[in-house]
């Protein structure tokens, strides 16, 4: 590796590290003051707005560490332009891909830091911070509660009408068993609510059709207390169950979930998605801010910083739009999540073409 790799490196990740420090402590007050009055009002405990600060940076540094990346090579890579170092680099008979290499190595370095804090410490704070917001600011439910269906295991599904999970009850419940492709019992009530401290659920007008060939045997009751192959909760998980999770728990959750026929499936993959094309876009993102500010230009860094504001806020826009797609209808998460990558990468083949000119 020589001096200017070394250089280069280090101007790069200093710079993305400076840029951390100035914007996460901004984004913290910005936020303290949105919610200060809701903190008051619920009497939250010191120790846990601290510890959702805590949470709340690696949920905002993993949010936005694609802009601040962006952002950071542009300033830093666009001063080298106006002090002529670029100029002089690439006159001593340097290729444009070879200077480039030191700014790709730094992405790396990046990009790993990413991925496993993407993978393994950031699920943890998601679960820490989605919970505290749940308790002391939404006070909102973050499930789906209106018509869930799920299968349990490899023979029964249920269904219920509505859930309500403070009191663990829901409404217009049934299970039905099959073998093979054939009914063999099914059970209906009017509620079904968890008795946490005899553990058993609790069934209200109570039926039951057994299905035994020509023959129905029917059986009903004002009340039954039994054990079911699921616990209440499984009717319908936190919507941001995924985002709480590590890289192998995160796989087993979305194949539960694949198997009981989630509404929510299309969200758990967009999420698992995303773990991986988040650190690939250090490496995007990188070449087209080297791209379009190691040349200097009239109006010097601030035609740069604007440009790569712009495409910055861009890359955001169709990140929400796609994800609010995957939401709202049946478009594939896997295009969600794989479509601005794929564009920004586009973009960055035309602008390292036009640099190299």
């Known amino acids: 590796m020589k001096i200017l790799d070394l250089y280069i490196i280090k101007r790069y990740l200093m710079t993305f590290l400076v840029m951390l ?14 919610k200060i009055d809701k903190f008051k009002e619920n009497e939250v405990p010191t120790t846990a707005i601290f510890e959702y600060y805590y949470d709340f940076t690696w949920f905002f540094g993993n949010l936005l560490f694609p802009i601040f990346l962006f952002l950071s090579v542009i300033w830093f890579t666009s001063k080298l332009a106006n002090d002529t170092e ?12 070879r200077f480039l ?5 730094s992405a ?25 917001l749940t308790k002391y600011i ?22 219920v009408s509505n859930y309500d999970p403070v009191r663990q009850s829901a409404n217009n419940f049934s299970l039905e068993h099959f073998e093979g492709n054939e009914l063999k019992f099914k059970i209906q009530s009017n509620t079904i609510r968890w008795i946490d401290k005899d553990t058993l659920f609790r069934l209200s007008s109570y039926t039951k059709r057994t299905f035994d060939k020509d023959q129905e045997i029917y059986i009903k009751m004002s009340r039954k207390d039994t054990i079911f192959d699921f616990e209440i909760d499984d009717l319908s998980p936190v919507s941001y169950k995924a985002e709480t999770l590590t890289f192998s728990d995160l796989n087993r959750f ?64 169709f990140d929400k739009i796609f994800g609010v797609l995957v939401n709202k209808s049946n478009f594939s998460p896997f295009l969600a999540a794989w479509l601005p990558l794929i564009l920004f990468g586009i973009l960055a083949f035309f602008l390292l073409r036009h640099a190299k000119r």
Do not use: C
Not at 21 to 27: A, C, D, N, R
Not at 144 to 156: D, S, V
């Open 86 to 97: 670029v100029i002089a680099i690439l006159s001593s008979g340097i290729s444009f891909f």
């Open 21 to 34: 420090l100035m914007f996460v402590p901004i984004g913290v007050m910005v936020d303290m003051a949105e």
């Open 138 to 159: 939404s006070k909102t439910s973050v499930r789906q509660t209106r018509n869930l269906y799920k299968q349990i295991n490899e023979n029964e599904f249920i269904f």
């Open 254 to 317: 979305i194949e539960t979930e694949q198997e009981g026929g989630s509404v929510l499936i299309n969200n758990h993959l967009l999420v698992r998605y995303k773990r991986w094309t988040l650190p690939l876009s250090a490496f995007i993102l990188t070449i087209i801010a080297v791209a379009v500010s190691s040349f200097k230009r009239r109006g010097g860094m601030g035609v740069n910083l604007a440009f790569g504001i712009t495409l910055g806020f861009l890359l955001i826009f």
């Open 108 to 132: 790396s370095v990046v990009a790993l830091f990413s991925f496993f804090a993407g993978m393994f410490v950031v699920p943890k704070s998601n679960l820490r911070f989605n919970e505290f």
């Open 101 to 105: 290499r030191p700014y790709l190595i």
